[in-house]
């Protein structure tokens, strides 16, 4: 099982790009359709997204940030496939981003 994590709106380019590298190696997969970040709401963001720990090098201590848009939708598109992967029943799958370049070899 392969999935690839896009945009439904994201600009065709990437799908298109997507699916002829994994046609071109024999390879079957699905688009799995992205969070996108333009649609969540500020209310949604605030119910469901806890500010993220990260190490600061210069400081060298740990700081909390919050996470970008961007990034919560990210993260949340991960977490939906994730939550659909472990009800499919399927037992391994590789999961890939739209800006993936998957080479032959």
């Given at each position: 099982?392969?999935?690839?994590?896009?945009?439904?709106?994201h600009?065709?380019?990437?799908?298109?790009?997507?699916s002829?590298?994994?046609?071109?190696?024999?390879?079957?997969?699905?688009?799995?359709?992205?969070?996108?970040?333009?649609?969540?709401?500020?209310?949604?963001?605030?119910?469901?997204?806890?500010?993220?720990g990260?190490?600061?090098?210069?400081?060298?201590?740990?700081?909390?940030?919050?996470?970008?848009?961007?990034?919560?939708?990210?993260?949340?598109?991960?977490?939906?496939?994730?939550?659909?992967?472990?009800?499919?029943?399927?037992?391994?799958?590789?999961?890939?981003?739209?800006?993936?370049?998957?080479?032959?070899?």
């Amino acid at each position: 099982n392969v999935q690839v994590i896009s945009l439904p709106r994201h600009n065709c380019e990437r799908r298109d790009f997507v699916s002829r590298r994994f046609r071109s190696i024999g390879l079957p997969f699905s688009f799995f359709d992205a969070t996108d970040a333009e649609e969540l709401s500020d209310d949604w963001i605030s119910k469901n997204v806890a500010s993220a720990g990260c190490w600061d090098w210069g400081a060298r201590r740990r700081v909390v940030k919050a996470l970008s848009r961007p990034e919560v939708a990210c993260a949340d598109s991960h977490r939906r496939l994730a939550r659909a992967l472990l009800h499919s029943g399927e037992e391994s799958v590789f999961v890939f981003e739209d800006d993936t370049s998957p080479l032959s070899y």
